[in-house]
């Protein structure tokens, strides 16, 4: 169990470049969430992928943003033409597919736009 | 659709006092309830996994326990150390799977 890898760690850019993000999730977990979280926010979901579907997607998921997890394995985020607003924390977390059975989440991609 | 509250928003100790943190949920319609630990920029770090049937869980130091019929768990911190300073969160899985996340509680440990 190698843990979920989130990169970058970091990203500054410039508003209405593209940034793409990724997730490797824990090999045995088919499940895999995005979380984007502000300053003195909880988390709040984005979308999950249960293998290589994905099963569901938040409004708050504009048009800008797309998802994709290929084969089942890693994810990548991808916000086109950012804005200011984006400007968050991204976290993935993943899981097995069961209900009973929490999450465990990497450390996190901090955007800044600017 | 699911509300999760934290009580208090942020708490200040000193070092050896024992706390309780408080989350409340609208709908006892769960399949478990999970509490996290946030060091400032960084990811989160799971505690202890609650599931629906359970009533409580420990970990060394930690106990969080679950009430779903009145949509209430508490995190129970014993001898609270400075490392325990962090912001902590708790979420609730629901059908659909969806985790919906409290606003957490800022924790400082004063030594």
């Known amino acids: 169990d190698t843990g979920v890898s989130q990169d970058p760690r970091h990203k500054i850019t410039k508003r209405g470049q593209n940034v793409t993000f990724r997730c490797d999730p824990i090999?045995?977990?088919?499940?895999l969430y995005w979380y984007r979280q502000t300053l003195g926010q909880g988390p709040e979901f984005l979308t999950y992928?249960?293998?290589?579907?994905?099963?569901?997607k938040s409004r708050l998921l504009s048009d800008r943003f797309s998802a994709e997890r290929p084969k089942g394995s890693f994810s990548t985020l991808e916000i086109q033409r950012t804005e200011q607003g984006d400007s968050a924390m991204y976290l993935c977390?993943?899981?097995?597919?069961?209900?009973?059975?929490?999450?465990?989440f990497g450390s996190g991609t901090r955007l800044t736009v600017v | 659709k699911q509300e999760v509250t934290q009580i208090p928003a942020a708490l200040s100790v000193p070092e050896g006092e024992n706390l309780v943190l408080n989350c409340s949920f609208t709908?006892?319609?769960?399949?478990?309830l999970q509490w996290f630990r946030q060091d400032p920029g960084k990811g989160l770090t799971s505690l202890l996994l609650?599931?629906?049937?359970?009533r409580e869980q420990t970990s060394g130091r930690l106990n969080a326990s679950l009430d779903k019929s009145s949509g209430r768990s508490t995190l129970y911190i014993a001898a609270s150390q400075p490392g325990d300073s962090a912001t902590y969160l708790c979420?609730?899985?629901?059908?659909?799977?969806?985790?919906?996340f409290g606003t957490g509680t800022s924790l400082t440990v004063i030594p």
């Open positions: 709908d006892s319609a769960i399949y478990n």
């Open positions: 977390a993943s899981s097995r597919a069961r209900g009973y059975y929490g999450y465990t």
């Open positions: 609650i599931q629906s049937s359970q």
């Open positions: 992928f249960q293998n290589e579907a994905q099963l569901e």
């Open positions: 090999s045995e977990h088919n499940r």
């Open positions: 979420a609730v899985r629901i059908p659909g799977n969806q985790f919906y």
